[in-house]
T-cell receptor, first 116, second 113 residues
Framework: KAGVTQTPRYLIKTRGQQVTLSCSPISGHRSVSWYQQTPGQGLQFLFEYFSETQRNKGNFPGRFSGRQFSNSRSEMNVSTLELGDSALYLC???????????????FGPGTRLTVL | GQQLNQSPQSMFIQEGEDVSMNCTSSSIFNTWLWYKQEPGEGPVLLIALYKAGELTSNGRLTAQFGITRKDSFLNISASIPSDVGIYFCAALNYGGSQGNLIFGKGTKLSVKP
């Protein structure tokens, strides 16, 4: 079955602009998580959505927001972009079965955001 | 906050050599994971560990969940060129959000044929 898809794959924006990234999970997966990956900080958790509700949020400013639609597709938005927001943004989907020690997260290829 | 200290940061080895990398923390975790990321791709899960002391293999890869629950190790035997990539450890606590993985900074592996 098809993997996690993210669009666009590459994006260039300027400071102060806003950006919206999209993630389509694997069919049947209802949980989507977003991560920011930079050379300095590594992979950092942004937020998780399950059944259209944000379930958990990482330590990022309010400029970072997200949502999930009824078909489990998710978007994340970054407003008032800063140079430091340049990063690879990864989304991951999982089934999120209750009681499981760990439901494997499947990552998409990411969106490379460059802020000039 | 919780942090994972992963070492080494990078490794340059000859094809056929064995590789070891580890991840430590001052916090206790219930689950340890090892991922590999290749250029232009997202991380892919290699091994998941759920119990202290657990030793799990996946082909030439072997990982262990430390007995103190504060560390984990990954070994790759007889490395080959396709092992090139960045290896990440990750951890979480059962009962927490499945999405809230904490990642190490990664070990970049280069293999010389």
């Amino acid at each position: 079955k098809a993997g996690v898809t993210q669009t666009p794959r590459y994006l260039i924006k300027t400071r102060g602009q806003q950006v919206t990234l999209s993630c389509s999970p694997i069919s049947g997966h209802r949980s989507v998580s977003w991560y920011q990956q930079t050379p300095g900080q590594g992979l950092q958790f942004l937020f998780e959505y399950f059944s259209e509700t944000q379930r958990n949020k990482g330590n990022f400013p309010g400029r970072f927001s997200g949502r999930q639609f009824s078909n489990s597709r998710s978007e994340m938005n970054v407003s008032t972009l800063e140079l430091g927001d340049s990063a690879l943004y990864l989304c991951a989907s999982t089934t999120r079965l209750a009681g499981a020690a760990y439901n494997e997260q499947f990552f998409g290829p990411g969106t490379r955001l460059t802020v000039l | 906050g919780q942090q994972l200290n992963q070492s080494p940061q990078s490794m340059f080895i000859q094809e056929g050599e064995d590789v070891s990398m580890n991840c430590t923390s001052s916090s206790i975790f219930n689950t340890w994971l090892w991922y590999k990321q290749e250029p232009g791709e997202g991380p892919v899960l290699l091994i998941a560990l759920y119990k202290a002391g657990e030793l799990t293999s996946n082909g030439r890869l072997t990982a262990q969940f430390g007995i103190t629950r504060k560390d984990s190790f990954l070994n790759i035997s007889a490395s080959i060129p396709s092992d090139v990539g960045i290896y990440f450890c990750a951890a979480l606590n059962y009962g927490g959000s499945q999405g809230n993985l904490i990642f190490g900074k990664g070990t970049k592996l280069s293999v010389k044929p």
